[in-house]
């Protein structure tokens, strides 16, 4: 990874640019189709940690470039490791921890304190899916469309979709996706409830995409994290434990006499809010 200004984080299969608090991350691997290679896998989680522990940015958007967001795994992350030699039990449980791996790789947009908007042009296959599914807002193209594709090449996905999916869509039509491997496009998916919204373009689409990441921008950096917290706390617990979760959110983290009273005054002021960022990640005792 290298700067190429204050505002530009160039990696081998990326850049981020970071305006107005808003960190805009595009695939740069067009002409592979984006695939997602060894480095990805490594980059990915190392920027999403570097966004949220230095506190670069309120709100990312993951975007990409050419005809197709991503066509998902690169061949290369099967081929490219070297094989040892070793007995099966040992083999087996080396192969779930790198699925496992690869999970956590794609689980960092959930778990980083800023919204993750995801910008979808052409395909977005496989492990791209799992990629969206991972993210707290989709948005895409007329012509784009999302593929379960993994039986096609005889297996069975692994890296999230199967589990966040059924969180998004009718459990039948995840299902369906699944079984048969067949495209959904734009149209489909926002009456679905993949997507929030559907653009004619990607050029208008990105700008959109922008746009609300940075309405999202100008409000508390710690409500909105809260808010996510919550929502992902909901989705995987019962109405009522997520109530005494959000309680014990409000007790520690709502102070009205700061992000409520700077609200309050901005709209009396007639000016934009001022909110204080969230605090830096550090190691313990920092």
């Not at 052409?122 to 193209?141: E, K, M, P, V, W």
């Not at 617990?237 to 102070?255: I, N, P, R, T, Y």
Request: net charge negative.
């Amino acid at each position: 990874m290298s700067d190429q200004d204050d505002n530009t984080l160039i990696y081998k299969t990326m850049k981020v640019e970071i305006q107005n608090q808003v960190a805009h991350v595009q695939f740069t691997r067009p002409d592979e189709l984006n695939t997602m290679n060894l480095d990805f896998w490594r980059e990915l989680p190392e920027l999403m940690h570097k966004i949220n522990d230095e506190v670069l940015a309120r709100v990312v958007v993951i975007s990409s470039t050419g005809k197709h967001f991503s066509a998902g795994m690169d061949l290369s992350v099967f081929t490219g490791a070297k094989r040892k030699k070793m007995e099966l039990g040992r083999k087996h449980e080396n192969l779930r921890r790198t699925v496992q791996q690869l999970q956590a790789c794609l689980s960092v947009l959930e778990e980083v304190r800023m919204p993750v908007l995801v910008a979808v042009q052409g395909g977005c296959i496989g492990g791209a899916l799992d990629l969206a599914a991972a993210a707290d807002c989709r948005y895409s193209t007329k012509d784009a469309f999302f593929s379960i594709e993994e039986t096609k090449l005889g297996m069975t996905a692994d890296v999230g979709s199967l589990q966040r999916l059924p969180s998004l869509m009718p459990l039948g039509l995840v299902r369906e996706l699944a079984f048969t491997g067949r495209r959904m496009y734009g149209d489909e998916a926002k009456e679905t409830g993949l997507v929030n919204r559907v653009f004619d373009d990607q050029e208008s689409m990105v700008a959109g995409v922008l746009e609300i990441a940075a309405e999202i921008a100008q409000r508390s950096p710690l409500a909105v994290a809260g808010c996510k917290e919550m929502i992902n706390f909901s989705r995987d617990h019962s109405v009522d434990e997520s109530l005494k979760q959000m309680a014990l959110w409000q007790a520690g983290m709502f102070q009205p006499e700061t992000d409520m009273m700077e609200a309050f005054m901005a709209k009396t002021q007639k000016r934009d809010t001022n909110f204080a960022e969230l605090c830096p990640v550090k190691a313990p005792l920092e």
